[in-house]
């Protein structure tokens, strides 16, 4: 079965102040979550996030960590609720890996703000110790930055590829002097670097001390299967087991985003709507870069989930006629079955299971995308196939039904 949903969960960089206000205001489980997060961390959650006096506190790596991480999750939160979505595939930018490995069930909200503390810890040790930092490579495909990081590295500097964003936008990590002869070459090949400020040459080699130092720590922690699948930034591929997350984390630190590829792979799994759950938009603008051909939500206010809430429930009403239209066509052709077994077991059983969908749909269940509606029009064909009507009949009723959506 086709994922038609995309929820993705943004990284460092998208935090700012007053992010999550809005959800915090109107929804007690929120206040639940910060209260509960202000306690494992020994700080006020409430004034890091929403006090204009701590923006530059909340800039903090170790901070804006556990703060988005706080948001995205109350966030998500409140989304299931209020709509019922939560079916889908979920991708965490970076460390918002953490976001989604969270809302997708495989590891609790208390231990993914340990966790999210202590690697941020041992980051930011790290890079103290390392004369490093990264930039955005835009406007220049993969394949010449490799090549300028391969040649740098043949003159023994420190540089590499650490994220692949999309066809012409990649990010590299390396020492502050390999850094700026890649940005030389760059713009010698046509592309523009840009220095990204307050970082660390993250997701390479340099950051080995972080990774060895983290493993252990990741070891202490359970884990359980995701209930939904979740991409990892390591392999662009979904975790298959609750064995495989610690081992991910860990090498995470020390090779490259593969967005891109994530991003592919949840295409070719029928995502059609994607939902950006957490402060602005840099996740929904990197899937612009990469297609343009799904729907787009950022979930960062209430206001927006409203947003949403009205397109959902527009579809919704939408597929209820569908279906009701086909159950009507269902009751009202002419049978000319007369094997009443077979009846029963083509015609009527398909009507109820019609039924239970609808009810389903109603109820929010049920989420109504193009799997459901691909599927109602197989059992509708099948359904009137079983009453002897001819093949052109059995088109002309799904041309009609299929012309509603």
């Known amino acids: 079965m086709s994922q038609a949903f995309m929820f993705m969960f943004p990284g460092v960089g998208s ?24 306690d494992i961390l020994h700080c006020d959650m409430h004034k890091l996030c929403f006090s204009p006096e701590k923006a530059a506190e909340l800039d903090r790596l170790e901070n804006a960590q556990v703060a988005l991480l706080c948001v995205s999750v109350a966030a998500y939160r409140v989304l299931v609720e209020e709509t019922g979505l939560e079916q889908g595939i979920y991708l965490g930018y970076s460390f918002g890996e953490y976001s989604a490995l969270c809302c997708a069930g495989a590891l609790a909200f208390a231990d993914a703000v340990r966790l999210v503390r202590d690697r941020g810890a041992m980051i ?86 972080a990774a060895d130092r ?83 939500y950022t979930i960062d206010t209430v206001q927006a989930l409203k947003g949403l809430q009205r397109d959902i429930s527009a579809k919704r009403e939408q597929y209820l006629k569908f279906i009701a239209k086909s159950l009507t066509i269902i009751n009202g052709t002419r049978n000319y079955n007369e094997d009443l077994q077979e009846y029963e077991e083509k015609v009527l059983s398909v009507f109820r299971k019609m039924q239970a969908l609808y009810k389903q749909v109603e109820c929010r269940a049920v989420v109504p995308d193009a799997d459901l509606c691909q599927n109602i029009i197989e059992m509708l064909g099948n359904a009137l196939s079983a009453k002897k009507l001819t093949d052109g009949e059995v088109a002309a009723h799904i041309k009609k039904v299929a012309g509603m959506l």
């Open 15 to 38: 935090q700012c102040s007053g992010m999550g206000k809005t959800f915090y205001d109107q929804f007690q489980p929120v206040r639940d979550l910060f209260s509960e997060a202000s």
């Open 124 to 209: 930011i040790d790290t890079i103290a110790a390392i004369e490093g930092s990264m930039a955005w490579v835009v406007n220049l495909k993969a394949e010449p930055v490799e090549q300028i990081c391969r040649r740098l590295q043949q003159e023994d500097e420190k540089i590499f590829i650490s994220a692949y964003d999309s066809p012409i936008k990649t990010s590299i990590s390396g020492t502050r002097q390999a850094l700026a002869k890649a940005g030389e070459q760059v713009v010698r090949a046509g592309g523009i670097p840009l220095p990204i400020k307050m970082s660390g040459p993250f997701h390479s080699p340099l950051m080995q001390p």
């Open 214 to 296: 983290f493993r252990p720590v990741l070891d202490t922690y359970s884990y359980k299967a995701p209930k939904f699948p979740v991409i990892s930034n390591l392999t662009a591929r979904p975790y298959e087991t609750a064995e495989e997350i610690a081992h991910h984390l860990t090498f995470h630190l020390v090779n490259p985003i593969r967005w891109q590829a994530s991003l592919e792979f949840a295409f070719e799994q029928g995502a059609t709507t994607s939902i950006e759950i957490g402060p602005k938009n840099v996740l929904t603008y990197l899937l612009k870069e990469n297609t343009g051909n799904t729907g787009m």
